[in-house]
Nanobody, 124 residues
Framework: QVQLVDTGGGLVQAGGSMRLSCAAA????????MGWFRQAPGKEREFVAT????????YYADSVKGRFTISRDNAKNTVYLQMSSLKPDDTAVYYC?????????????????WGQGTQVTVSS
């Protein structure tokens, strides 16, 4: 069993930056891709970013490309999401997740462990 704890959310003004962290316990995750998803009120959960098991490959949703950076520290079993140039449309609950596969994937069904989520609110 894997437990994920998402932290780092909060309130930020538009144009600001924020870093989310996701610490994993229960298993070494260097063999698994990890991802970040988000869900805004009244909307479905959507893919944000993913990183391969060794951290050498990343993939982003078009809406965040160039503004967000996903990274991981396998020694700490932790994945990060650095967010910059934040917009009000980025307001959502952000979830980290562990994939069943090693390579990057944006498909929700490829993830089998999820964090509890952390709220990010961007004010205009």
């Amino acid at each position: 069993q894997v437990q994920l704890v998402d932290t780092g959310g909060g309130l930020v003004q538009a144009g600001g930056s924020m870093r989310l962290s996701c610490a994993a316990a229960g298993r070494t995750l260097s063999s698994a891709a990890m991802g970040w998803f988000r869900q805004a009120p009244g909307k479905e959960r959507e893919f944000v970013a993913t990183i391969s098991g060794h951290g050498t490959s990343t993939y982003y949703a078009d809406s965040v490309k160039g503004r967000f950076t996903i990274s991981r520290d396998n020694a700490k079993n932790t994945v990060y999401l650095q967010m910059s140039s934040l917009k009000p449309d980025d307001t959502a609950v952000y979830y980290c997740a562990v994939a069943r596969v090693f390579f990057t994937t944006s498909r929700t069904e490829n993830y089998n462990y999820w964090g509890q989520g952390t709220q990010v609110t961007v004010s205009s």
